[in-house]
């Protein structure tokens, strides 16, 4: 025999060959995961609950976010309903968000002025316990609030904005249509002024116009503030916002001239009552239309806002807050991938699958930018609660800041809900078959993300948002404007693309470790690409710039995601730096994860490295070197990372993410628990359908 084809016979041979089990496998009735995940905790190389001191704002947090738990747990009104969630039919889901919201208002009412911080910790904890809670309280308290906040007078919130906080009235947002979506200015909805009424006219001329993807429009909106475009002696002034009633408060059926139906069954967050809105000649007060940066007189005199870009400001908050909700779901998805991986065994050796490189690679990058989430959602609120505030004290400043504001949240919104959904399937993968079950709450967690692509602006359209302020920065740049906020680096431009900074200069892998080495590579592609489009698109012309654009359209998206991604790193330095001092065990520890995300990054752009030449083929494999270094030396921190996210298991609501490590018979409980009533008996449709096929009546037919 040749010795090829021995050597190939030998493999199979192996292949094909029994392996003897370990003891841990042969004896699967003495559990190993809870013992498993006691020395995974007793490794750590921090102090766990001065990590979640961090990661939720300090001690008093922390104290009442368990108070919190604890409270949701016990509380019947809050508790969900026994067995689990995703058992529930539509209307039953609807009912349970309703009932939760309803009780915490109540709670609300009574603790606000003694013990607001509690107040805040129960809302929290409810939004992570509940999708379909998270949303509809963020539709009325943040989208419907923040329309009233920035576009209203003082004279309008004094009017609503004490109905809206005890929740006297419930708000939605109406600005997505049916045929128009992240396109507001070719949104259909019309408000017509009528000056012998001294009211607004509002109506929808077309199917296309209908409002569409509404939360709580559906069911339970008593009002919402509309996007229309604002016609005035037959003269279209634009987009304007509307204060607009839907349902009689006390019997909840629709006003006249109004028209509500619910989006059906969706992908996920079926508690949440999405709908459309159709107007026909619905009257409203002139009054209802938010006046802060435009106003109508009652003889028909219209003054616009200084900026037409103001109508988009209630949109920057909305995507800021994906930075928020993109933490929430991967810290659950990623406690119950990284628990289960801890737990399960399987190999030769009956290893813990988190110990094999493809599974721990796949994992920790996902924790590390899960705690980066952490600290940049809490800069960016910072900084836009600042901005907010201007639009009531100084209003020239505000409508500076809006551009960039409005750049970083479309660029952020973009590339991370992106990248959450690629680390929410990770850790479904790394689950196995286990995770395809809606009772290990992965599959759900997916689901309810999945809007976030989508909802809020087309990342696509995002990005090119992003991409066109880019592009317009340059030409600043060229002209000598001083740029400031994200863009800021192109300032030095002409520097940056000197003769002698187009090849790196990176010979030692700790240059990699280096934050100022990770962002001038990351400065040098964006400045690059950035001159290199600005100068195409403008060497065209207006007359092709639509053509032009669209030919190159891949590659200005590709520029804003890297832009956005250097800003994340840069914001993330600074959030960290606050904790050197203080906890130099934890800013050790973050310090490990951005220089994790960093090299990340650096692996997932260098397509445009080699491209550009300003990194070789060997500088290459360093970036890849240290990722799989990196992950391997964060591997054993990784179920103490995930502890100090202190998620309680009944919010986790997945068996294999237990805390303890105890998952197969909790796992078998619920899944046991869920039976359909007569289970265990013969179907239903046995004798109608398998019947006649295993027991014929053709005796002589039988095989």
Known sequence: MEPRAAARLSAVRNHLAIQPCSQHA??????????????????ASFDVDEMTEVVYRGKDKVKALKLAYQMIQRDPDLRMTDG?????????????????????????????????????????????????????VYVHEMLFRMAINLFGTAAQQDRWMGDLEDWRIIGCFA?????????????ETTSTFDRATDEFVLHSPT???????????????????????TIIDGQNHGINWFIVPLRD??????????????????????????????????????????????????????????????????????????????????????TIAV???????????????????????????????????????????????????????DADTFVRAIPDQHSVAAGFKGVLAWHTTEVLEACRRACGGHAYSSYNAIAGLIGDFGVATTGGGDNVVLLQQTARYLMTAVRWAREGTA??????????YAKILGSNSNKTTLQDLRDLLEFEFVIDTLTWVCVKKAIELSTILESEGKANADKVWNDHQTELIRLAEVHSWRYFLILNERGIERQREHKPEVYRMEKKMAQLIGTFLLKRHMDLLLEEGFFNGQQAKMVRDLFLKQCKDLRPDAVPLVDAWMIPDYILKAPIGKYDGDIYPAYFRMVNASQLEGSYDAPRYWHKYVKPLVDPQDKDKRC
């Open 207 to 229: 199917l296309t116009s209908s409002k569409w993807w509404i939360g709580m429009a559906g069911e339970t909106a008593t009002h919402t503030v509309a996007i229309c475009q």
């Open 26 to 43: 042969i004896h699967n009735d003495r559990p190993t995961g809870p013992a498993d995940l006691a020395r995974e905790r007793a490794r």
């Open 84 to 136: 689990h969630g995703y058992d529930l039919t539509r209307a039953q889901d609807r009912e349970q968000t309703m009932r939760q919201i309803a009780r915490l208002v109540q709670l609300k009412k009574t603790l606000k002025h003694n013990d607001p911080m509690l107040v805040q910790a129960l809302f929290q904890a409810m939004s992570s316990y509940s999708a379909s809670f998270s949303m509809r």
């Open 339 to 393: 628990r289960y991986g801890a737990v399960r065994r399987q190999g030769n050796h009956d290893e813990q699958i988190l110990d094999y490189q493809t599974h721990y690679t796949s994992l920790l990058p996902g924790v590390a930018l899960a705690y980066m989430l952490n600290t940049v959602d809490q800069l960016l609120m910072e900084t836009w609660n600042e901005v907010a505030g201007f639009a009531h004290t």
């Open 249 to 334: 408060p006390v019997t909840g059926k629709l006003l006249p001239g109004v028209t509500c139906g619910d989006i059906g069954h969706k992908a996920a967050r079926q508690g949440l009552d999405n709908g459309w809105i159709q107007f026909t000649q619905h009257r409203i007060p002139r009054e209802n239309m938010l006046m802060k940066w435009c106003t109508l007189s009652p003889q028909g005199h219209f003054t616009p806002s200084p900026n037409p870009v103001l109508a988009y400001a209630t949109l920057i908050p909305e995507r800021i807050a994906l930075v928020r909700g993109s933490f929430v779901s991967l810290t659950h998805a990623l």
């Open 483 to 492: 740029l400031v906020g994200s863009v800021s680096y192109l300032n030095d």
């Open 175 to 187: 600005m997505t249509e049916l045929g128009h979506s992240s396109n507001l200015r070719g949104l």
